[in-house]
């Protein structure tokens, strides 16, 4: 059995964050255990150090952390997947690139900066119409960080009972204290709507006021992003709490062109017109390009065609066009 004095030791150190002396006292404790004979309880606090021990590495060096699926209700509240995403293989703006380039230094040298008393940046705002990159950016910084994305469900969060929504969002801010990774608010006006507009309710601003609250309270190691397709709509005192507000725009005549060649891959038509394609495409989003291609690819894979028919694939961007244009005029009627 441990001493006293091991114990109030062992609480000193956790309290005081001194991690290398916490781990001596606890081996201490193991040694002391295998010398009284209790050989499986040595062997269990050993395991239980070194794993701790792993865990602790890989938060403050980035690496990947072995977790379980969220369990209970955190379950339902939260989408966990590993992604494998490289920042080399989205077409983006120079600008945002240059700023997520940032984001991920800062992260990689988390704990020097932190040991200067300097905050990375881990709190970011995507803003940008519909298919531009914003979510496939959260599983890209996952990727490019070796950590988990945890997706909220806001679905799920948001509730018609007073006070529970509150109640969920404090699960969310424990869960990325608890667990380092990136965790994506995406959809994020359902929550972040200014107070006082005509379609607000009390339940609604108590929602923001508790958001506003954690996250400003909040000194996880986790990145929080949020995304939104109406940043028109966004509470004002949101913009501050967030280290980096991220605009995302339409890919302009050359971004449509390194998306079509990345897509096509292989099956690029054998002569193709860039020109004449890119004009077809104009307008749409990074998704919607990306859709055509898919479109196209799967129609030759069905045809035994080594390669994409450029009428084809300017016939499936045209289709993509027509879609945008219904979803806009039933937008404008609804």
Same mark, same amino acid.
């Given at each position: ?118 905050? $990375?940046?881990?709190? &970011?705002? #995507? ?9 496939? =950016? !959260? /599983?890209? @910084? ?5 950590? $988990?994305?945890?997706? &909220?469900? #806001? ?9 529970? =929504? !509150? /109640?969920? @969002? ?26 006082? @507009? ?137």
């Amino acid at each position: 059995m441990a001493s006293g004095d091991h114990l109030k030791a062992l609480l000193k150190s956790h309290i005081d964050g001194d991690d290398r002396h916490f781990y001596a006292i606890a081996m201490q404790l193991a040694a002391h255990e295998a010398k009284q004979g209790h050989v499986r309880l040595a062997e269990e606090l050993r395991k239980l150090i070194d794993a701790a021990k792993a865990r602790r590495n890989a938060e403050v060096h980035g690496l990947p952390i072995p977790i379980t699926k969220p369990r209970g209700e955190l379950a339902s509240l939260l989408q966990v997947s590993y992604p494998k995403n490289r920042l080399a293989d989205m077409v983006l703006d120079s600008g945002v690139a240059d700023s997520l380039r940032q984001v991920i230094k800062e992260q990689r040298y988390f704990a020097k900066l932190r040991d200067h008393g300097l905050h $990375p940046r881990r709190k &970011v705002l #995507l803003v940008g119409p519909p298919g531009t990159g914003k979510t496939l =950016t !959260a /599983a890209t @910084l996952a990727g490019e960080l070796g950590i $988990p994305l945890f997706m &909220v469900r #806001l679905e799920v969060l948001i509730t018609k009972y007073m006070g529970e =929504t !509150a /109640a969920k @969002l404090r699960q969310i801010f424990d869960a990325l204290t608890s667990v380092r990774g990136v965790y994506l608010f995406d959809e994020f006006d359902a929550i972040g709507s200014q107070r006082g @507009l005509a379609n607000d309710v009390g339940e609604a601003r108590r929602i923001l006021n508790s958001f506003l609250m954690m996250i400003e309270q909040d000194d996880s190691s986790s990145l929080i992003i949020a995304a939104t397709n109406h940043p028109e709509i966004l509470d004002y005192a949101l913009f501050r709490r967030f280290d980096d507000v991220i605009e995302y725009h339409l890919p302009d005549t050359e971004q449509i062109r390194q998306v079509l060649r990345m897509r096509l891959g292989r099956f690029a038509p054998k002569r193709p017109r860039w020109a004449s394609l890119v004009e077809s495409a104009q307008g749409l989003s990074h998704a919607d390009i990306a859709r055509a291609v898919h479109d196209a690819i799967k129609d030759a894979v069905m045809h035994d065609a080594e390669s994409i028919d450029q009428a084809a694939l300017k016939q499936f961007l045209i289709n993509r066009q027509s879609m945008r244009d219904r979803g806009h005029r039933s937008t404008l009627g609804a």
